[in-house]
């Protein structure tokens, strides 16, 4: 970070790199981005909504990326430069890439890195001490590997990727290119698999492996289990969040996002494009189609259609759940009217000369 | 893996070490095991449904596990060896096994090893480079240690047990043998135990420690703190999945299984062969028998019941759960419906004379 | 442990430590703490509630801790010696800390460790083997580095703090005094932060860190992203369980409590002295007043007021949730009784000449 803040960049370069158009003056320089409210002179930050737009004249910031079809009006008061840019927030999160380019944390291969027989190691690709490369893993280029990983024997890994330290990649897992892996995850750790013998559990030895697409992110702490036969398989661009348990035999689609705390169970097939969010759970041998939405903390019991938002416990329309959400405070309020009601519908059946006979287990 | 597809096993060979029965050529020669779709003519397979049976002359296996009921009736039609076994998917279990043993995955005591004073490895054990073993620890025989994994002191590992990377087993604690402890596993960590002292909390010592059987199996990334005093304890042929957490002083019974992503809190008591669920939790000083069986995602509040099968949250019969599930959903409609009825039956009431009193707070 | 009990203490010196008074022998000797029903002559216990006072007499202790107001009257029988306190249960809470001190695991600064450039090491500070220390890092004076963490560049970690094995603390992270980072923990991975770009997801880069204030302890396995800018704040005294997440951008007041498997979702505001119970999470962006309390695995969707107790899903005030509790399990009994009540109802209406017409979609 502190290495990065010495160079500032010209507004017009950011603006040319993502493709945007400058108004005011192209020549200033930033050093760093930074949120609106934060952002001073030295800083590019981006506006997206109108009310931020409406504060143009008071950021002080040196640059801000606003929508493409915004046309300030502000009388004669001095404007920060502008980047117009059709989507604001991603020419931002591109910007700010520019300013946090990719570290190499350390050269060369560390002198108390253990490395196995027959490990091929790409160009410029860096390995911690501490770190462990199996037999036979192939590194690709530029590859990172930070101190306290483990690369298991025969592991393959493209271009690019950055495993963080302490991540463990068990024997013959083969990962993308340009993927990252955060701290603590372990990829190919044997998925749960046991047989009854008597009154013991005999173990099914996990022979698969774990495929990781390019472009992944996998976040801090999470489990990806081998696959039974043949492959665990995490498509490309998948992005996980910490705490992310995947079983085995699981495949997840291109491009899908598993928030924190989500737990996949075995064989669950995952479409593309896929939201799962913080503290799921989806049971074993479900499908969940292209662009489905799993809700915060929905326990998955049946298949979900494609482009459907799901929510609850179980399962269900997203917007029933909400009902379901406001009705279930209410539950005990309910039981009491309907006892009072029962009670009233007798005295009227009796009034009636009819016999009231529900039955309530309530 | 690569290694041992090298020699192919004859069907006979295979029959014999599972006890089964050969039909067909004996001496057929097979080279891994496979699912059954998947398995070519140098792949075992096995096959335990009647659907499965009945494609039996289509598959191009090698050898087949068949139950040992089966009698083949397909007329003239050429069919695989067959194994006859009382249970086929535990012989294939057991044939898998025979084609993965377990790796040796580096020979000796790894040179970048960090090795404290007074320590006892026993004969053909291994520890990997990174790893750390603390003083006084005893390694039993056959033991692996792979890299980056933490033993400290006091620490006794027995025979045949694997610790895989980046493990860590702290201060004191007890592996029994032949267990697999899978990688970024913390083992005696302290209990979350604190007393307040004024507005802040006083950490209360975790002096005890944990112990756990002889052929546990423990997922990865799981957490098992040590007793305050005296020890946690897992028990022989404990089984847990990833993620799965296990407080301080919690004793767990042998052969059961945990599921992973479940918590079990303070002092918790689990019988033997108990199945708790994935993401389920246990609240603490619960006391569940044995054989019983917590549904996945279930909160247990109450004690369980030696065979029970509780499901839910709170928890509850499993039967009436899956009935609770079901409505649920439909809990919306329920009240509304009610409100009508309530509006139908002050009606009647009226046409009779009488004042309707339910008091709705819906 | 073993290291510690060679000396005993007099109960003289620990009622001195603690702000209490000596009943008895005040020069007897001590060696260790231990649960009332376990403590043998050589050990101290406590005693705080009346049943256990009671027992008094048949306790084999060679201390015990009782409250301030304790007057023993128990005739003639002779009592172990007593320490008056307050307090007992926090009196002895720090007795047993004088019998377990901080260890220091080893000596020195391992040559098997990974130093980067311009680290300061402070006075009495040691670093195990297979760590690493990344460029310009700052540890303070008796800092304890565990073999196999991961400390980062421009890290700073507090006096007397400790990093336990395989725990990760990644670039700019500050980390206050006497703190302890349980193992297999990640601090400062990346928040989850990322924006559509067609069918893809653009990474926002990370650039803030984590800050953790003095006295905190932070279980084993949990993940504490980096802010997005500025600062993820744990404050002081906060003490968080096993497999905690805290997503990037949250701050945590002081001295509050996380409890095992809890998730807290981005730049969710925590106030000082709140508890948050196991495996409950918190919606991103919300507010939780001081000293509030979220039960076990509620699900908090709206901002909690100061001093509130909630539970549930969704979260409610924490009474209502036990009645719900209650309520839940004889749902489908009500359903059954409010079908029975329509067909009733509309037998009354039809008597009275009217037409029921509620509309159910049960």
């Known amino acids: 970070m502190k290495d990065s803040e010495g160079s500032g960049i010209p507004v017009f370069q950011l603006a040319r790199a993502v493709g945007g158009e400058v108004e005011g003056d192209p020549e200033r320089l930033v050093f760093r981005g930074a949120p609106f409210d934060h952002a001073d002179e030295t800083a590019v930050t981006f506006a997206e909504t109108p ?47 520019m300013f946090h380019p990719r570290k190499r944390p350390f050269a060369g291969i560390s002198p108390e890195a253990g490395i196995g027989r027959g490990v091929s190691i790409g160009s410029e690709t860096v390995v911690g001490s501490a770190a462990y490369i199996g037999n036979r893993a192939v590194l690709g280029e530029r590859v990172v590997i930070y101190p306290g990983a483990f690369v298991g024997d025969d592991v393959s890994i493209g271009d690019d990727t950055e495993i963080m330290p302490n991540v463990t990649v068990m024997d013959g897992c083969i990962i993308g290119r340009r993927v990252i892996i955060h701290a603590g995850t372990v990829i190919g750790s044997d998925g749960f698999g046991f047989t009854p013998e008597g009154e013991t559990h005999c173990k099914i030895p996990q022979t698969g492996i774990v495929e990781i697409g390019d472009d992944a992110e996998i976040g801090a702490c999470n489990t990806i289990d081998r696959a039974t036969f043949g492959s665990t398989r995490i498509g490309c661009g998948v992005k996980t969040d910490n705490m992310v348990h995947i079983a085995h035999n699981v495949s997840v689609g291109d491009h899908s996002l598993i928030v924190a705390q989500a737990g996949i169970a075995g064989s669950v097939r995952i479409g593309s494009r896929v939201t799962i969010a913080g503290q799921a759970g989806i049971a074993g041998h479900l499908v969940i189609g292209d662009g489905a939405v799993i809700g915060p903390r929905a326990g998955v019991v049946r298949n979900v259609d494609s482009g459907r938002v799901v929510s609850g416990t179980p399962d269900m329309d997203h917007r029933q759940w909400l009902r379901v959400q406001r009705a279930i405070p209410r ?19 009796q009034a009636a000369g009819k016999t009231g006979d529900s039955e309530s287990d309530w």
């Not at 539950?331 to 059946?349: D, F, I, T």
């Open 51 to 97: 009310a931020l737009l409406k504060k143009l004249p008071d950021c002080r910031a040196g640059a801000v990326v606003v929508p493409e079809s915004f046309e300030p009006s502000f009388g004669g008061k001095t404007l920060p430069a502008r980047i117009r840019h059709e989507k604001p927030r991603l020419a931002f999160a591109k910007i700010m890439a």
């Open 331 to 349: 539950l005990p309020g309910l039981a009491k009217q309907v006892q009072e009601m029962e009670r009233r519908l007798r005295s009227l059946e």
